[in-house]
């Protein structure tokens, strides 16, 4: 086996690994069957993946929205067919993610790394949804810090820390 055959394994078997810790099982099992046998249509990467259509489809659903597989088009006499092909190198990006979020933050601020986060995180989004998700993830990092807060001033008066109550966080005139 030649080197650059060898590499292209690796790669193969690398990206695979990481869909499969992302997005699961069955994902990593679409792409492991893609990356060793190249563009299948949905009853063929049924048939190889010995996994029900309507999960196989689920798993090609995430990796589209997350640009892992590649659509395309292919005719056969009176019915079309599409074919998915894997996106290895989309796939071995998400290794840079980390990376990416360091300079963003730096660069830009916090709030647009916690937009490219959520991307990360969720693939293609309406913007609705994009900004849904940022309320919500805010929404958790600004209760997380309170929590912090309460435990490190129930530290510095020297007694243990005090639990925190959602009463605690609410207005008076709501309890």
């Keep these: 086996m030649t080197r650059t055959k060898l590499r292209e394994t690796e790669a193969s ?9 992302a997005f699961g099982h069955d994902c990593g099992l679409v792409c ?23 999960r196989c489809q689920q798993a090609i659903l995430v990796m589209i929205r997350h640009n892992n597989i590649r659509i395309m088009q292919q005719e056969n006499n009176d019915e079309e067919d599409n074919l998915y092909q894997i996106n ?23 709030t647009q790394e916690l937009l490219f986060e959520v991307l990360f995180q969720h693939g293609m989004l309406h913007t609705h949804e994009l900004f849904a998700r940022i309320s919500f993830n805010q929404y958790r990092l600004d209760i997380s810090r309170t929590n912090t807060t309460i435990l490190e001033q129930g530290t510095n008066l020297g007694s ?5 109550h959602l009463k605690d966080f609410l207005p008076d005139n709501i309890i």
């Design 160 to 164: 243990s820390p005090k639990t925190a």
């Design 13 to 21: 078997a690398l990206a695979c690994d990481i869909v499969a810790d």
């Design 32 to 54: 492991r069957v893609l990356a060793q046998r190249g563009s299948m249509t949905l009853r063929e990467l049924a048939r190889e993946t010995h996994l029900r259509s309507s």
């Design 88 to 110: 290895l190198e989309a796939v071995l990006y998400r290794l840079r993610y980390p990376r990416y979020l360091l300079h963003i933050r730096e660069c830009y601020g916090k």
